[in-house]
């Protein structure tokens, strides 16, 4: 089964990114030497890193009998499902997310937020719930 988001919405997903780089951009032209300027110029950039290296709002996920993988930026974080002892699928009141963690996993992977807004959803909620319950 896989699982990814509507292409618009990936568009929009590249649009804030690229934003974003055009802010720092701005930032470091117009040498705002300010504390927001300074906020902006280092904190951005951070937070942009952070989550391509960590995926944790994927954009799409696999998953099969082997295992599952979640994707984005260009990278995948892949797992086996003989190498994963505990997956935990956290619901929130804000009923349009899931937090899942799979463990064991290093600090930088095996947390991903999921949003209802990805095509099938429910399906890959349903399976990821059946393997918790294991």
Do not use: K, N, Q
């Not at 959803?121 to 393997?131: F, G, I, N």
Request: glycine fraction near 8%.
């Amino acid at each position: 089964m896989t699982c990814a988001y509507p292409r618009a919405r990936e568009l929009a997903a590249r649009a804030t990114d690229l934003l974003l780089v055009l802010v720092v951009v701005a930032v470091l032209v117009l040498r705002l030497r300010g504390p927001l300027g300074v906020a902006l110029a280092t904190g951005i950039p951070c937070v942009l890193a952070w989550g391509a290296l960590t995926l944790h709002f994927p954009r799409r996920v696999e998953l099969d009998e082997e295992g599952i993988s979640f994707s984005g930026y260009g990278h995948t974080h892949r797992y086996s499902w003989r190498e994963v002892t505990v997956v935990t699928v956290r619901r929130f009141l804000v009923g349009d997310r899931v937090l899942v963690r799979l463990a064991p996993s290093p600090a930088w992977r095996g947390r991903y937020w999921l949003l209802d807004a990805m095509e099938g959803y429910p399906e890959l909620l349903a399976a990821l719930d059946a393997r918790a319950r294991r």
